[in-house]
């Protein structure tokens, strides 16, 4: 499998879309994972983008987009928080990798939004680690109403632009820097776990 040239974070975020068109089209998916891939990827990864989802079990970057070995830099939490392992995560991805493109991406049903939900609405509590990935979702859930109906999907949507706000203002100069050069974007995204479609959130 030949390397990627360097892309813009357009032509990044252009792979992403065109990967999850493929996905969409039920094609058989065989990306290249033989030993001499194998042995180009033990010397240098050069992934073409770094990704902050949900770790869902539903919600697998590579296959949603139909990527291979050493191209995705995937950053998985429940929720997809921006807590301090996931935001040193991606500083690394940017600086020693040369990413030019962020995702942050929720997803239909989540199952951490959805357990903020209730703890919002006082009819569950949880064990202390538990709480303190769902105090980071909380905010999204109080913005949207904790009492709205199909609430859920749509503090999902509010939690991903809160994170991709957060990392285009409010993050570290390792990550501003470079969007304000140009070589690095932020986006957002939202995954329908029903028909398979990645919708971009481009604001």
Known sequence: MEELPQLTPDEALELLKE?????????TYEPTMDRMRRLELAAAQ?????YLSCSD??????????????????????GNTLCTT?????EFAVTNLNVPLIVVMGHEACGALNAAVSLARGKASFSGNISKVL?????AVLETDPWADHIVD??????VRRVVRE?????????LAPQRQGTLKVVGAFYHLDSGTVDFLED
Do not use: H, K, W, Y
């Open 86 to 90: 996931a935001l040193g995560s991606l």
């Open 135 to 139: 105090q980071s979702l909380l905010p």
């Open 167 to 175: 990392l285009r203002e409010e993050a570290s100069p390792a990550l």
């Open 46 to 50: 050069r992934p073409f983008a770094a």
């Open 154 to 159: 749509a503090a999902a949507i509010s939690n």
């Open 57 to 78: 079990s539903r919600v697998p970057p590579e296959l949603l987009f139909e990527r291979g070995l050493g191209e995705l830099f995937i950053i998985r939490n429940a």
């Open 19 to 27: 990967g999850n068109r493929r996905f969409l089209d039920d094609t």
